[in-house]
């Protein structure tokens, strides 16, 4: 099972910091928050406060075992998933998302 996380990144090409995806192959929900931060900072300075009302990290939802078996995801494995809403992650298994 994994998480899929939103972590809010500050680029130099936009105003406010942008949210970036990533789904994550660890089972622990603070772990899978804290990979991905790890993994945004390699796009750049993680958000330090809200931004128009979403938290700097944001564990979005469980991933199943369906849902991570349908993308490959290994565990322990971090993905990054861009920018824009990973639809196709949430319709494997949309109960799961928020």
């Known amino acids: 099972m994994g998480w899929m996380v939103g972590v ?3 680029l130099a090409e936009e105003p406010v910091p942008v949210r970036h995806f990533f789904a994550v192959g660890v089972e622990d929900r603070a772990q899978a928050e804290w990979k991905a931060i790890d993994g945004a900072q390699k796009i750049g300075n993680v958000a330090m406060s809200p931004v128009g009302g979403l938290e700097p990290v944001h564990a979005i939802g469980e991933l ?3 849902t991570v078996s349908a993308h490959g995801l290994r565990p322990g494995e971090l993905r990054p998933l861009g920018r824009q809403t990973p639809r196709v ?3 494997v298994e949309r109960t799961r998302l928020g």
């Open 89 to 91: 992650w949430a319709t």
């Open 8 to 10: 809010m990144v500050e």
């Open 64 to 66: 199943t075992a369906r």
